[in-house]
């Protein structure tokens, strides 16, 4: 392997054709000086690439393929989830899963670092620069073996303190999920690239499926926690050969750091992004616990679970695809892009959110008991500020894709404290009153986050309110007709169905009167989407 240190040329650059990218490619050249000789070699790189881009609005269907594929995709693995939960308990029991859980958030945090950012970043890079390609093929690998070393030490450690020998044995599975992740990156990046996520989420599925059937099958065998763990590294092992036979490209024995320093700067952005989030949620539920003990923690974090789940669920199809798309096309386009995807989005979310506060307090009461009070009430504040906030984070797909990923790891980072300062009056404000202190701070984030695109030249902020705005009011309009029919028996089905048509039908009707034309507009757009 060739171990190289000096630095690479200019990106960009005449003297780096490979290097520009196809948007790059679209803008104007400058004027020739008079005696000027084009260079035919120059020439016919920029027209390889202006052939290569596609042009703005042609991607649509293969934009609609990717968005459905993954919210397929979504559900299957949330119904998945519900009925593994539910069955791997009762095969296995409270103690295996105690096991299973000590070595956990162990995982949880090395994760976080398994792909350091560079399967979005690389995604950025065309595929003719052998050299960067090759360079993130032999690092992803080190790292990979690297974190497979270091998780099956932890675990050892681990086994010691926590008096529990299992666990060794269940952390040193676990670790080999990391060196399915790191071969996977580069099959991905360019997957994403290429804008074919329905790939991605179909070898997702296919690792979900094939994951939980070894762990039932391993379960009656008495494998006890150690199948809770297999259905881990199944899942990261088929998807990884599903995604290396499909994209997979022989990497040259070279490697040069030096290439790859902006894909660490943005590698380093997602990774920070993550790691925030991750400790901000810590700090968050260490606070809680100390304020209210124990058992209203336990509430707290049920009722900030669900809200994120679904949320996120819904948005990440739509995140990945605005990303993949966002890498090759005009900026003009993009903006467009943007604002109808956050639009749908909100369409989406806001009738969930506001149905779903409205009815979950008497449903969490009469499936859960009234030991769950808390958790539903808080539950039925957040969700909303959950879908809105998960509505202004496709604009971090934008601004990642133009090479603002420190931009979207500072508004993180703000978002973080804002949820934490939220939750330091705690024993003046209640639960519900850090709850509603919570939400204020998602909306700081949601604004900051809707105004971020503008700021780089990108989506303005005035189409997406409008966007949002209407979904949002029809939303309202939604829960609180819903909650006026449901509040006298809010434990009955039959009340709780007929509060939810309610609902519903007031959300259609308010919604065509708010925007009526432009929802027209939009299905007229669909059928002509699928009739090509």
């Known amino acids: 392997m060739k171990v190289e240190s000096e630095h690479p040329p200019n990106r960009g650059t005449a003297s780096d054709p490979e290097r520009v990218l196809p948007s790059e490619a679209l803008a104007p050249l400058p004027e020739p000086a008079a005696q000027a000789v084009p260079d035919p070699a120059l020439i016919a790189e920029q027209a390889q690439v202006l052939a290569a881009a596609p042009p703005p609005g042609s991607g649509s269907r293969t934009l ?31 103690v295996e899963f105690g096991v299973y859980a000590l070595a956990l958030p162990t995982i ?25 390609w090759s360079t993130a093929f032999w690092l992803v690998l080190m790292v990979g073996v690297g974190l497979t070393l270091t998780v099956a030490g932890s675990g050892l450690i681990l086994a010691r303190v926590s008096r529990e020998p299992r666990v060794a044995d269940v952390m040193a599975l676990l670790s080999v999920s990391f060196l399915f992740v790191t071969v996977s990156v580069l099959p991905y990046a ?21 994951g ?63 790691l925030v989030d991750f400790a901000g949620r810590l700090v968050e539920n260490l606070i809680f616990g100390r304020s209210f003990g124990p058992a209203a923690l336990g509430t707290f974090t049920f009722a ?55 009815v979950v307090p008497g449903l969490i009461l009469r499936i859960l008991g009234p030991d769950w009070n808390d958790a539903a009430t808080i539950l039925s504040i957040l969700i909303p500020f959950y879908a809105l906030n998960a509505v ?9 894709a133009k090479g603002a990923g420190w931009m979207v790891f500072r508004l993180s980072l703000l978002l973080v404290v804002a949820r934490v300062a939220a939750v330091l009056p705690g024993p003046w404000l209640g639960p ?62 039959p009340r709780v169905a007929l509060g939810l048509v309610a609902g519903l039908a007031g959300y259609l009707v308010v919604l065509f009167l708010l925007e009526g034309a432009r929802l027209r507009e939009d299905l007229v757009g669909l059928r002509r989407l699928i009739r090509r």
């Open 108 to 132: 949880a945090f090395f994760m976080t670092l398994a792909d350091g950012g560079l399967g979005a970043s690389l995604a950025r890079e065309p595929t003719r620069s052998n050299e960067i």
């Open 392 to 400: 202004a984070h496709q604009s971090g797909a934008l601004l990642l």
């Open 64 to 94: 609609a393929v990717n968005v459905l594929a993954g919210g397929g995709v979504n559900l299957v693995k949330i119904g998945l989830q519900l009925v593994m939960l539910p069955l791997m308990a009762h095969l296995l029991g409270p």
């Open 304 to 358: 900030n679970q669900v809200p994120r789940f679904v949320c996120e669920a819904a948005s990440g199809p739509l995140w990945g695809a605005l990303y993949a798309h966002a890498l090759r096309e005009d900026d003009a386009h993009l903006a467009c892009l943007h604002a109808k995807l956050v639009h749908i989005l909100s369409l989406l979310l806001a009738p969930v959110a506001f149905l779903t506060a409205a």
């Open 190 to 210: 360019r997957l994403t690239r290429e804008r074919r996520l329905a790939a991605i989420s179909g070898a997702d599925l296919a690792g979900n499926l094939l």
């Open 432 to 493: 519900f009153g850090v709850a509603w202190g919570i939400g204020v701070a998602q909306v700081l984030f949601t604004a900051l986050m809707l105004r971020a695109p503008g700021r780089i030249g990108l989506s303005p902020t005035g189409p997406l309110l409008r966007a949002i705005l209407a979904p949002t009011l029809a939303g309202l309009a939604a829960g609180l007709a819903c909650h006026l029919i449901v509040q006298g028996a809010p434990t009955e089905i």
């Open 212 to 274: 939980a059937a070894v762990a039932v099958v391993l379960a009656l065998k008495g494998a006890g926690a150690m199948s809770l763990a297999a259905q881990y590294v199944t899942l990261y092992f088929v998807r990884g050969c599903i995604l290396n036979l499909i994209a997979f490209v022989r990497p040259s024995f070279i490697f040069r750091p030096s290439m790859l320093k902006a894909h660490v700067s943005t590698g380093s952005a997602l990774v920070s992004s993550r």
